[in-house]
């Protein structure tokens, strides 16, 4: 079964430092997105991307993020300069077009700044 | 402006009982709903899903949910609980009148099946 993988599993990095996480989505997906959840709160939607550009994204997705999909697989999530508060687990997911098709997550990243 | 609410978090349920965890939403015009499963160190998994058509609807693992429009809810159900189905259940829900394709998450119920 396709399925949506991440890597790393688990990255610690220092406040300030730059990071970034990579999935690659299931092949034949049409719409990439983050979410994050922080310990012991809901899932956050951070951004959504089609078409080789961004398509939605919430008040947490500011300047200090981006996104990219460098080739024909992967999509990366970059967060310029981490603060302490950006610790959580980064999942991403993709999805057909479709409104009424699910999203399937790949297993996180926990990312933790120190 | 879209919503979910899970009123329990946590909810305890003996092995082979039935079992239920409440959903509900709010949204500006017609839901798409969503039940994930997430088991320790895992990601989420999709269950089942509402769209359209019978307001009960079947998923994986013998769960289903019953949609009902009148108290906007949607609370996932199953006849007889397993020891195995202990995990963290969220329910989602999309906007079909914003044409966003984000999910909104709720706070997730943790479900414990005690033997």
């Known amino acids: 079964e396709p399925e949506v993988t991440q890597t790393p599993s688990h990255q610690v990095t220092q406040m300030g430092q730059e990071v970034i996480l990579r999935c690659v989505p299931i092949?034949?997906?049409?719409?990439f997105y983050w979410y994050r959840q922080i310990l012991g709160q809901k899932v956050e939607f951070l951004v959504s991307?089609?078409?080789?550009?961004?398509?939605?994204k919430s008040e947490i997705f500011d300047d200090q993020f981006s996104v990219e999909r460098p080739d024909g697989s992967n999509f990366t999530l970059k967060i310029r300069s981490t603060k302490l508060e950006d610790s959580a687990m980064y999942f991403c997911a993709s999805s057909q077009r479709q409104l009424n098709t699910e999203a399937f997550f790949g297993q996180g990243t926990r990312l933790t700044v120190v | 402006a879209q919503s979910v609410a899970q009123p329990e978090d946590q909810v305890n349920v003996a092995e082979g009982n039935p079992l239920t965890v409440k959903c509900t939403y709010s949204?500006?015009?017609?839901?798409?709903l969503f039940w994930y499963v997430q088991y320790p160190n895992r990601g989420l998994q999709f269950l089942l899903k509402y769209i359209t058509g019978d307001n009960l609807v079947k998923g994986s693992y013998g769960f289903e949910a019953e949609f009902n429009k009148s108290q906007t809810s949607f609370h996932l159900k199953k006849p007889s609980a397993l020891v195995s189905d202990s995990a963290l259940y969220f329910c989602a829900v999309r906007d079909i009148k914003t044409g966003a394709n984000n999910l909104f998450f709720g706070t997730g119920t943790r479900l414990t099946v005690i033997p």
């Open positions: 949204v500006s015009g017609n839901p798409y």
């Open positions: 092949s034949n997906h049409l719409y």
């Open positions: 991307f089609y078409n080789n550009e961004i398509s939605e």
